[in-house]
C-alpha cells in the first residue's frame, strides 16, 4: 500500500503508479528465455564483406559524410572506475604490506609504464615526502595505493574511467574522453567539419567532464582541422527501477523510503531518444587505443557505417517503392530476399499472405531503426554474443544476448552459447531516422520482457534488483540489425588496471 510519502517520492521521480506496479509484478513472474534458432555465424547472420565490398562500403561512408547528414559519437562514460581497481583495494585493506600475488606484482613491476605515474609521482612527494621509488624501497606500498585511489590523492578509485590517464604521448598523456574526441575527428566529421560527440555522465562527475572538454578541445580542434561540438546527458531518475523484497514487495531504506536503483545501460535508449543526428555510433568509453593503432579501429568504424548507410538506402527505395503502390510480385519477393539475405529477418508465415496484404507487412518490417553491430571473434572475453532469435510475431531475427538471457538448462540452447564463433564487443552504428527525416521514437522499439533480474544487499539485506532490457540487447529489439565481422584488433577493453599495461596501451 503506497503512502502519501511514497506517491509525491514517486511523482518527483517522474516514474507512474502504474510503472511502479509493472516493475514489482515483474519480479513476481520473472523474465522468459527467449526461443533460439541459432547462434549467429559467418554466413548465417554475420557478413563477411569481401575486399571489393569493403571498398564500396568505405566509399559509400566517405560520400556519406559529404553529404548534409548529421552524424554523432555517443559514449556511456558514467560508469566508475572502482572495478577497475578491485584488486588494489583489496590489497590496500589486507593484511599484506607487501605485494604477494601476482596481479600486484605485476602492478608494482611495471609501474612506471603507467600513464599516470608522473602524476602519481608528485602526489606521493606532496603527501608522503616520498617519491614512488622512494616508497616501494621502503616497502610501503600501501601508501602508493592510497594516493593513486583515495581521495588525498588522484582518487582514480572514485572517478569514471573516462577521466583517467590512460595512453602516454610525447605532448601529454590522454584520457579515453580525449581519445574518443580523437577518434571522432578521424570517422565522424561532417561535411561541416564539425564534430558532434556525446557523453552520458553521473552528475556529480559531469563538471569534471566538462572542465576537460574545456581544457582540451580546442588543442585537437587544431590538430585534426576540425569543431567540436560536446554534449552531455545524465540517466533519467524516471528511468531508475524499484528494488524488491525476497517476498516481492518494495523494498525500504532506513527511513522508510522505498529504495529505487539505476536501471543500467538500458535506460540510455532514453538519452538516445534525445538526441537529434541521423547517424549514431555507439561505444564504451574504455574501448579505445593509442594513436599508433588507431587505424585499424578507423577502417572498421567507417566500415560498419557504409554498411549501415547502403542497407538504409535500399530500405528506403524499397518504402517510397511501396508507397506508391505500383509494385509487381516479384518485387515483393525481392523485398522478402532483401530482409532474408541482407537483415537476417525470416518470416515462414510469408506464403499465405495476399500481395496487398504483404506489402503491408513488408513496409513495417522495413520501416525502423536500422543497426550495424561489429562483432570480433570469440576468444573467451566475457560478453553477450550474436544470435537468430525468435520474436513475439514469430519472426526470426538477429539480437545480441547476454548469457542470463538463455536458458542453460536447455541443452541445445547451451551448445549454441559454448560453440558461438563471436561475440559482442558493443560497436555499433545505428540510423535512427525514417526515409523521410522524420526520427524514430526509440522507446517503441524496446522489448519489455528482456531485462533481466539480480540479486543484490543494501546495508547487510537481501534484495532484488531489476535491470531493464539493455541498451544493445532489448532495447533495441525491434531494430533491424546487421552483425558484421570485424578484427579483434578493434576491441581494447581496460577491464583491471593491468589491461593497461598491455601492448595495445602502451
Same mark, same amino acid.
Given at each position: ?43 548465417? +547472420? ?20 559529404? *553529404? ?30 607487501? &605485494? ?28 608522503? *615526502? ?31 574511467? +573516462? ?29 561541416? +567539419? ?197 520474436? &513475439? ?31 559482442? &564487443? ?43 532490457? *539493455? ?36
Amino acid at each position: 500500500m503506497l503512502t502519501q510519502q511514497d506517491k509525491e517520492f514517486l511523482a518527483k521521480k517522474g516514474i507512474s503508479e502504474e510503472k511502479l506496479n509493472t516493475q514489482l509484478n515483474s519480479f513476481k513472474t520473472g523474465f522468459p528465455f527467449l526461443k533460439l534458432a541459432g547462434a549467429a555465424s559467418p554466413g548465417k +547472420g554475420i557478413t563477411v564483406p569481401s575486399e571489393s565490398e569493403q571498398k564500396d562500403y568505405l566509399n559509400a561512408w566517405n560520400e556519406y559524410l559529404n *553529404g548534409t547528414g548529421k552524424v554523432l559519437k555517443f559514449v556511456p562514460a558514467s560508469g566508475a572506475a572502482s572495478r577497475m581497481f578491485k584488486n588494489l583495494f583489496e590489497f590496500l585493506d589486507g593484511n599484506s604490506d607487501t &605485494p604477494a600475488d601476482d596481479f600486484m606484482k605485476k602492478f608494482f613491476d611495471n609501474i612506471e609504464k603507467f600513464a599516470f605515474y608522473a602524476e602519481l609521482d608528485e602526489v606521493c612527494k606532496e603527501n608522503e *615526502g616520498k617519491s614512488i621509488k622512494e616508497l616501494v624501497e621502503n616497502g610501503n606500498y600501501k601508501a602508493v595505493i592510497d594516493n593513486l585511489l583515495n581521495e588525498k590523492g588522484l582518487n582514480y578509485g572514485k572517478l569514471p574511467k +573516462g577521466l583517467l590517464k590512460f595512453h602516454s604521448y610525447a605532448d601529454g598523456n590522454r584520457t579515453p574522453l580525449e581519445e574518443h574526441l580523437v577518434e571522432g575527428a578521424l570517422y565522424a566529421k561532417g561535411n561541416d +567539419g564539425k564534430v558532434n560527440v556525446h557523453f552520458t555522465v553521473s552528475p556529480e562527475h559531469r563538471p569534471l567532464f566538462e572542465s576537460l572538454v574545456a581544457e582540451k578541445a580546442v588543442s585537437y580542434s587544431k590538430k585534426f582541422g576540425v569543431t567540436y561540438s560536446v554534449s552531455f546527458s545524465e540517466q533519467k531518475a524516471s528511468t531508475d527501477t524499484v528494488a524488491a523484497t525476497p517476498d516481492n514487495e518494495p523494498f525500504r531504506t532506513d527511513d522508510g523510503k522505498i529504495l529505487f536503483r539505476p536501471g543500467g545501460h538500458g535506460a540510455l535508449i532514453e538519452n538516445l531518444n534525445d538526441l537529434d543526428a541521423d547517424i549514431i555510433f555507439i561505444k564504451n568509453i574504455d574501448n579505445v587505443v593509442p594513436d599508433r593503432l588507431k587505424d585499424e579501429t578507423v577502417t572498421y568504424k567507417k566500415l560498419i557505417a557504409g554498411v549501415l548507410v547502403s542497407m538504409q538506402k535500399k530500405a528506403f527505395d524499397y518504402i517510397r517503392l511501396l508507397d506508391t503502390g505500383k509494385y509487381t510480385h516479384e518485387q515483393l519477393e525481392e523485398i522478402i530476399r532483401f530482409l532474408r539475405d541482407e537483415l537476417s529477418c525470416r518470416n515462414p508465415e510469408l506464403k499465405v499472405l495476399e500481395d496487398s496484404e504483404l506489402a503491408i507487412y513488408l513496409r513495417s518490417k522495413l520501416n525502423r531503426p536500422m543497426r550495424v553491430c561489429g562483432m570480433v571473434k570469440n576468444v573467451g572475453e566475457p560478453g553477450g554474443g550474436p544470435f537468430l532469435a525468435y520474436n &513475439p510475431d514469430g519472426t526470426i531475427s538477429l539480437q545480441i544476448l547476454e548469457s542470463s538471457q538463455i536458458d542453460k538448462n536447455n541443452a541445445e540452447y547451451l551448445a549454441m552459447f559454448n560453440g558461438g564463433t563471436h561475440f559482442n &564487443p558493443v560497436d555499433l552504428v545505428c540510423a535512427v531516422k525514417d526515409y523521410k527525416g522524420n526520427k524514430f521514437d526509440l522507446t517503441k522499439y524496446v522489448d519489455p520482457q528482456t531485462g533481466f533480474i539480480s540479486s543484490k544487499s543494501k546495508n547487510g539485506k537481501e534484495l532484488k534488483a531489476l535491470e531493464l532490457p *539493455g541498451l544493445w540487447n532489448g532495447a533495441m529489439s525491434d531494430w533491424n540489425t546487421i552483425f558484421v565481422d570485424v578484427s579483434l584488433g578493434t576491441f581494447n577493453p581496460v577491464k583491471t588496471v593491468n589491461d593497461l599495461l598491455r601492448e595495445q596501451h602502451q
